[in-house]
């Protein structure tokens, strides 16, 4: 018997990671084998990892695979196949469930991405953290969010976290944002004066103006009371 055996190699296959780790445990398949001679066919299996049909932890990649297949008579035959291992886990996103930020002093506030992840994960890597508003059309996912004074009066905010891993796959949660305007406005008041009893009185800002700033900008309203006698004094 000089004629080796048949053997036929299983399809490439692909492998994903697993859950918890960037690896994936593997159990090789089995050639076809065929011998007009020898029953059973003796065949064997080696690759980068070494023989035998199943390893663990086995790293992304592509991977060829070598099958031989020998028969009684020392005939041998191979082929070759290919192991893929592809990580399809999108990350698991955990998001903070509502938080409240406080305007700076220049009244703008951009919150970095990251500030909303309350401990997201991947089984290989995370690669990138984004945001958006969800109450703005125009918004779309960026490393950080922005927020106004004119936020400061509304409820809540609702945003969007995005994470991104190392092999593009992504997954999202949401989170409810309350701005806060915590700064009180200053006015310093014009210095007292002395008018004549004859002095209109009607505009105030003949006496001065007051000077006020605010973070969030100001409006400044007056309330006049006035103590004068018949004789304009007071």
């Given at each position: 018997?000089?004629?080796?055996?048949?053997?036929?190699?299983?399809?490439?296959?692909?492998?994903?990671?697993?859950?918890?780790?960037?690896?994936?445990?593997?159990?090789?398949?089995?050639?076809?084998?065929?011998?007009?001679?020898?029953?059973?066919?003796?065949?064997?299996?080696?690759?980068?990892?070494?023989?035998?049909?199943?390893?663990?932890?086995?790293?992304?990649?592509?991977?060829?695979?070598?099958?031989?297949?020998?028969?009684?008579?020392?005939?041998g035959a191979t082929c070759s196949s290919t192991i893929?291992?592809?990580?399809?886990?999108?990350?698991?996103?955990?998001?903070?469930?509502?938080?409240?930020?406080?305007?700076?002093?220049?009244?703008?506030?951009?919150?970095?991405?990251?500030?909303?992840?309350?401990?997201?994960?991947?089984?290989?890597?995370?690669?990138?953290?984004?945001?958006?508003?969800?109450?703005?059309?125009?918004?779309?996912?960026?490393?950080?969010?922005?927020?106004?004074?004119?936020?400061?009066?509304?409820?809540?905010?609702?945003?969007?976290?995005?994470?991104?891993?190392?092999?593009?796959?992504?997954?999202?949660?949401?989170?409810?944002?309350?701005?806060?305007?915590?700064?009180?406005?200053?006015?310093?008041?014009?210095?007292?004066?002395?008018?004549?009893?004859?002095?209109?009185?009607?505009?105030?800002?003949?006496?001065?103006?007051?000077?006020?700033?605010?973070?969030?900008?100001?409006?400044?309203?007056?309330?006049?009371?006035?103590?004068?006698?018949?004789?304009?004094?007071?």
């Amino acid at each position: 018997d000089n004629k080796p055996p048949t053997i036929t190699c299983p399809p490439a296959l692909t492998f994903n990671t697993n859950a918890n780790s960037c690896n994936a445990n593997i159990q090789l398949p089995l050639p076809i084998v065929d011998d007009e001679c020898s029953n059973p066919v003796n065949s064997t299996v080696n690759w980068i990892f070494g023989p035998g049909l199943i390893h663990n932890n086995i790293p992304l990649g592509t991977y060829p695979v070598i099958y031989t297949a020998t028969d009684a008579c020392g005939n041998g035959a191979t082929c070759s196949s290919t192991i893929i291992v592809k990580d399809e886990i999108v990350p698991t996103a955990i998001c903070i469930t509502q938080t409240t930020i406080a305007l700076p002093t220049n009244g703008e506030a951009w919150v970095p991405a990251q500030s909303f992840d309350a401990g997201s994960f991947d089984n290989c890597c995370l690669q990138k953290y984004e945001v958006k508003r969800n109450d703005d059309p125009a918004s779309i996912f960026g490393p950080s969010v922005k927020f106004i004074c004119l936020d400061s009066g509304k409820d809540f905010i609702p945003i969007s976290l995005k994470l991104t891993d190392c092999h593009g796959l992504y997954n999202t949660c949401d989170v409810l944002v309350k701005i806060q305007d915590k700064y009180k406005p200053t006015i310093t008041c014009p210095s007292a004066v002395v008018i004549d009893c004859q002095t209109n009185r009607s505009d105030l800002n003949v006496f001065g103006k007051p000077v006020a700033s605010d973070n969030c900008g100001y409006t400044i309203a007056y309330n006049l009371k006035e103590n004068i006698s018949n004789c304009g004094v007071g």
